[in-house]
């Protein structure tokens, strides 16, 4: 059996480790040149956690991951409002709890793929005709393949959505009302000023910063905006929106002008009536992004993969086994968005009475068995 993988992430290497394990014929196919390192900290917890563990991950994401002890909110004096406890938080989740770098997920997922799988980078998919049972697919190098399984596995904006589908940014698109940016930058000063990950929220927008390896700092940033346009410069934009916040913030806007690019996107949530058309089918964000309100957005992407992969060795044909991929992960999924809409005003208050709301609620987990059972709310929602 042969399958196609569009996108070269989380979701679509996870997928081509189980299904290359399971005997299948695996083409990866990749738009960007290699590896991504872009991306923000997760807490990958939940689905993810136990998939890694199944694939024996685990060890190598211990070895690269980060031992965050708390995360901070500030004012715009610098003042600490209050800190979520992650120590706490491992403990209640019986401690299956790693701070990553996305990118480092990406690399060790990508460092497991099976032998014999094969991935192109600086290639995508330029054509798709669908018959079922069998899709013919044209490359972007111009070769030809037919496939008895053709995943798009290629985010938010997915090419294979759009071309199957077609609604790449229509209706399945639900905007949030946020864009988002990181960066990582070089530098000693900064990064000692940094013991933990701290965020200032202003109404509208917040930013934040955490030391990672070597002098390096990682800089994480989300802003309202009422249209989902990306900017011509990204980097432009954000200096624009936070070029008038004090503390770090200057520096780092200053170090973001000197990088060839950043990331830069909308927060959005992917909502489809179906994920799979005959033998084509849509796995992680293509299908079911959470949005970074909810969290466990890479979480899901593994989540999601060993279940496409776990219902096709089940079922006698692709179509059985994409309709039962659907049924029994989309009620997770479902509960994962509804939980990052509920996050929107929470996470960057409109106006200045939200923030002092916000904050004050912040503030609550400082008090004993108060904190304990915030974090047990935020995490309730977590398949785990």
Same mark, same amino acid.
């Given at each position: 059996? *042969? ?12 997928? +081509?480790?189980?299904? +290359? ?45 980060? /031992? ?34 996305r990118g480092d997920l990406e690399r060790a997922l990508f460092e497991m793929r099976p032998p014999g799988t094969d991935i192109r980078f600086g290639c995508s998919i330029a054509e798709i005709h669908s018959t079922a049972p069998k899709a013919d697919i044209t490359l972007t190098s111009g070769e030809r393949v037919r496939a008895d399984l053709l995943v798009g596995a290629?985010?938010?904006?997915? @090419?294979?959505? #759009? ?34 990950? #701290? ?23 989300? /802003?309202?905006?009422?249209? /989902? ?7 432009? *934009? ?16 200053? /170090?973001?002008? #000197? ?54 060795? #089940? ?45 004050? @609620?912040? *503030? ?21």
């Amino acid at each position: 059996m *042969k399958a196609v993988i569009c996108g070269a992430g989380i979701a679509g290497l996870t997928l +081509g480790w189980w299904l +290359g394990r399971g005997g299948w014929d695996v083409l990866i196919v990749e738009k960007a040149p290699g590896l991504r390192d872009e991306g923000y900290m997760i807490d990958f917890f939940g689905a993810g956690y136990g998939v890694a563990e199944r694939m024996d991950l685990l060890p190598r994401l211990k070895e690269v991951a980060y /031992h965050v002890p708390a995360v901070c909110w500030i004012d715009s004096d610098e003042r600490v409002i209050s800190c979520l406890d992650y120590d706490a938080m491992r403990e209640l989740l019986n401690g299956r709890l790693l701070s990553l770098m996305r990118g480092d997920l990406e690399r060790a997922l990508f460092e497991m793929r099976p032998p014999g799988t094969d991935i192109r980078f600086g290639c995508s998919i330029a054509e798709i005709h669908s018959t079922a049972p069998k899709a013919d697919i044209t490359l972007t190098s111009g070769e030809r393949v037919r496939a008895d399984l053709l995943v798009g596995a290629d985010g938010v904006h997915s @090419t294979v959505r #759009k071309s199957v589908f077609g609604n790449a940014e229509g209706s399945a698109f639900r905007y949030l009302g946020m864009q988002t940016a990181a960066f990582i930058f070089e530098d000693a000063g900064i990064r000692n000023r940094l013991d933990r990950v #701290k965020l200032l929220t202003v109404p509208g927008r917040q930013i934040g910063f955490y030391p990672i390896r070597g002098d390096r700092v990682a800089a994480f940033a989300v /802003h309202l905006a009422p249209e /989902h346009t990306r900017p011509s410069s990204p980097v432009a *934009k954000i200096q624009r929106i936070y070029g008038g916040l004090g503390w770090i913030v200057p520096d780092a806007l200053r /170090h973001a002008a #000197k990088l060839p690019d950043i990331y830069y996107d909308d927060v959005a949530q992917i909502v489809m009536p179906r994920w799979s058309e005959g033998c084509v089918t849509l796995v992680g964000d293509a299908c079911h992004a959470v949005s970074l309100l909810a969290g466990q957005g890479a979480s899901m992407a593994m989540g999601g993969a060993c279940a496409l992969a776990e219902a096709l060795r #089940k079922e006698t044909s692709v179509e059985a086994g994409l309709a039962r991929y659907e049924a029994e992960f989309r009620p997770s999924v479902e509960r994962q968005q509804a939980a990052g809409r509920r996050m929107a005003n929470w996470f960057v208050p409109a106006s200045q009475w939200r923030l002092m709301f916000r904050n004050l @609620t912040l *503030k609550l987990m400082r008090v004993p068995g108060l904190n304990r059972l915030m974090l047990r709310s935020a995490i309730s929602g977590a398949d785990i």
